[in-house]
């Protein structure tokens, strides 16, 4: 504007007002900057609030720094699923203190949760004793069934650390089972609409994850997995070891335990257990499982 005016001055005679459209346009651009900057941050917070307790501070910032990722409304996703249970928490409960009964129960669900947090999984809900966690939201994540497999085997291998530092201290031993399954369900923000709302997931194949949990007692297996999870653990299991470990199980066994029949479905769900092998083990798939159909009668 001001070229334009000294042009029209110099070579027309033409004299037009320079500082007021100056001033006008340079409040104006600072104000359209400063409202950015301050939804930006209201976005950013906005974010932080919602997020902050469900997944890793990774996460969080991929959110801000990308917000169209950050869908809370209803959506269908492929999604891994992981319900984590303490197996004698009854029994420990009963015989101990309400103050000792909370403050071990914090301690397993704190370690438990900085491992979730480390494989980058979105943490649902406590119920109890009982961890809910998924994969494949908010952020797309095409390896969720990986990191909730090497999730599980870490937390198994944290509540080793604890139960030994429990018994040191002489306490109860808690031990915990991990039921895991790959599916599509609903994820968002799903609650009484400024009253409580939560970010989780609801459907079909988050009921079956919840009772493959419950298979880990059945068949004496810390970790029990679904048909559809295994099926995308044995490439990884048979692929070449990378430097950044990604897309490779090493020293894991994933064997067959059977078919389960679970009520509500027609047809039978293959179960595998997953378990860790001695760093000298090669990983390995063992197929051959017996023939009869267990029968889940619980919902």
């Avoid at 491992?115 to 980058?120: E, L, S």
């Avoid at 961890?131 to 999730?151: R, S, T």
Wanted: charged content about 25%; glycine content about 8%.
């Amino acid at each position: 504007y001001a070229a334009v005016a000294q042009y029209l001055f110099v070579k027309q005679g033409i004299w037009i007002p320079v500082f007021n459209p100056l001033l006008t346009i340079a409040v104006t651009f600072i104000t359209l900057t400063v409202l950015s900057f301050m939804t930006k941050e209201r976005q950013a917070k906005e974010i932080r609030t919602m997020f902050s307790s469900y997944v890793s501070p990774r996460i969080v910032e991929e959110l801000i720094k990308f917000p169209a990722k950050a869908t809370l409304g209803g959506q269908r996703k492929e999604l891994t699923m992981l319900f984590a249970d303490l197996i004698n928490f009854t029994t420990f409960s009963e015989k101990h203190s309400a103050e000792d009964v909370v403050t071990q129960l914090n301690e397993y669900l704190g370690g438990m949760t900085d491992v979730v947090f480390r494989w980058n999984g979105t943490l649902d809900k406590f119920v109890g004793d009982e961890m809910v966690v998924f994969w494949g939201a908010p952020l797309d994540q095409p390896d969720h069934a990986e990191l909730a497999i090497k999730c599980a085997l870490h937390m198994r291998k944290r509540l080793g650390e604890l139960q030994e530092k429990w018994k040191t201290e002489g306490k109860f031993q808690l031990d915990t089972g991990i039921g895991i399954n790959t599916g599509t369900a609903l994820v968002g923000n799903i609650g009484a609409e400024g009253k409580k709302m939560d970010y989780t997931m609801i459907g079909d194949q988050v009921n079956l994850a919840a009772r493959f949990q419950g298979l880990t007692r059945k068949f004496g297996c810390p970790i029990v997995v679904t048909e559809s999870t295994a099926e995308r653990l044995k490439s990884m299991i048979g692929a070449e070891e990378k430097s950044d470990n990604r897309g490779h199980l090493g020293h894991v066994s994933l064997r067959k335990l059977g078919s389960v029949k679970v009520k509500g479905k027609d047809k039978p769900v293959g179960a595998y257990a997953v378990e860790s092998l001695q760093r000298e083990e090669s990983s390995k798939v063992e197929e051959a499982a017996p023939e009869e159909t267990v029968e889940m009668t619980e919902k």
